[in-house]
């Protein structure tokens, strides 16, 4: 007769296996790559279900500086009830700034 711990393994293991797999940022083998920053966290656990990069690198962008760039991440925010302080919002809007549109900041 198998030992129960036998059958249990593999089912643990592929628990512990995703695990692993979804803590990946904060692993310690991500230490050496960028920590994701405030806006990045808050901008991926609650804008990206909706729309992938592909949504801001489309040839129509409705963002065009960065002061329509946090509009629509206030509108945004607004729309899906976040209640974001004006901190969360300027640090989304300048993670997609960094990471896609690259507009130029002002002063400040
Ligand atoms: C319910 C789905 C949904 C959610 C959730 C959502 N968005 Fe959007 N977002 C859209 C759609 C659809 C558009 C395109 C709107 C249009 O074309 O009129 C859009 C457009 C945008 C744009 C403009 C892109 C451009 O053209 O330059 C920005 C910026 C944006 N969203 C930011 C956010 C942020 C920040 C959040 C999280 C607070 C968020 N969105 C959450 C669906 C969503």
Same mark, same amino acid.
């Given at each position: ?32 790559? *960028?920590?994701?920053?405030?806006? *990045? ?68």
């Amino acid at each position: 007769m198998k030992p129960v711990s036998m059958i249990l393994a593999w089912p643990v293991a592929m628990l512990v296996g995703s695990a692993g797999a979804l803590a990946q940022p904060t692993a310690p083998g991500a230490a050496l790559a *960028q920590p994701p920053t405030r806006g *990045q966290l808050l901008y991926n656990t609650h804008c990206i279900a909706c729309h992938s990069t592909a949504m801001h690198w489309r040839d129509q962008r409705l963002a065009t500086d960065w002061p329509s760039l946090k509009a629509w991440v206030e509108r945004w925010q607004s729309r899906v009830l976040l209640n974001w302080t004006e901190a969360d919002i300027v640090e989304v809007t300048r993670h997609l700034n960094d990471a896609i549109y690259r507009f130029a900041r002002p002063a400040g």
